[in-house]
């Protein structure tokens, strides 16, 4: 008995390794690694403070009137659904075959194409969310610091699109389950009621 648990021990370790070995082969390893980027860790911070003024402005909003809460909250998630297109369209863009040749083929010019991506969601947010937050609060909150972190995502972005010509086979792999799982849930700002 002792010998054939010892015997299903080894080989469930032995599938453990091989499993943890596929390294870029696997199509999640390479999915991590593209997520692991500069650029997704930026993306994810801007994201976490775009969201920690809306809890900032929820702490004092019983000072301001229902119709001001509605207009920043509004403007909040105008803008939110602009930088989730961006997630959306880097989604798309993985899964479109023909699109993904040409991530691979031409990364700087797809990085470029994200970068103005970002650059129309920064300018939403500027003149929607940002300019209603400090409008209704007399510029006590102003929503700024996520505009700080662009300069650095738009540098990060051609070396995350870079790294596609290195995980183009496991791109292949890549299914919609995977890149909402991963890719839109971890990294899609919340909306103005998802956020506590």
């Not at 009137?65 to 939110?80: C, F, L, P, T």
């Amino acid at each position: 008995m002792m010998k054939r648990l010892l015997v299903l021990c080894a080989l469930a370790l032995a599938a453990g390794l091989v499993r943890g070995q596929g390294g870029i082969n696997d199509p999640y390893y390479a999915l991590n690694l593209f997520l692991s980027t500069d650029f997704f860790k930026q993306y994810d911070a801007m994201r976490i403070r775009a969201e920690n003024s809306v809890k900032d402005f929820k702490r004092i909003q019983y000072r301001y009137s229902d119709e001001e809460v509605k207009a920043v909250s509004d403007a909040y998630n105008a803008s939110a659904e602009y930088f989730n297109q961006v997630l959306y369209n880097i989604k798309g863009d993985i899964l479109n075959k023909e699109k993904n040749k040409y991530i691979i083929q031409f990364p700087a010019d797809y990085s470029k194409q994200i970068e103005a991506d970002l650059y129309r969601a920064k300018d939403f947010y500027s003149n929607t969310y940002q300019k209603e937050l400090s409008r209704v609060t007399n510029g006590e909150l102003n929503g700024f610091a996520i505009l700080a972190l662009l300069p650095q995502i738009m540098q990060y972005a051609p070396m995350a699109i870079e790294l596609f010509k290195k995980i183009q086979e496991q791109m292949k792999k890549f299914n919609e389950n995977m890149l909402d799982q991963y890719l839109i849930q971890p990294y899609h700002f919340k909306t103005w009621d998802e956020i506590q």
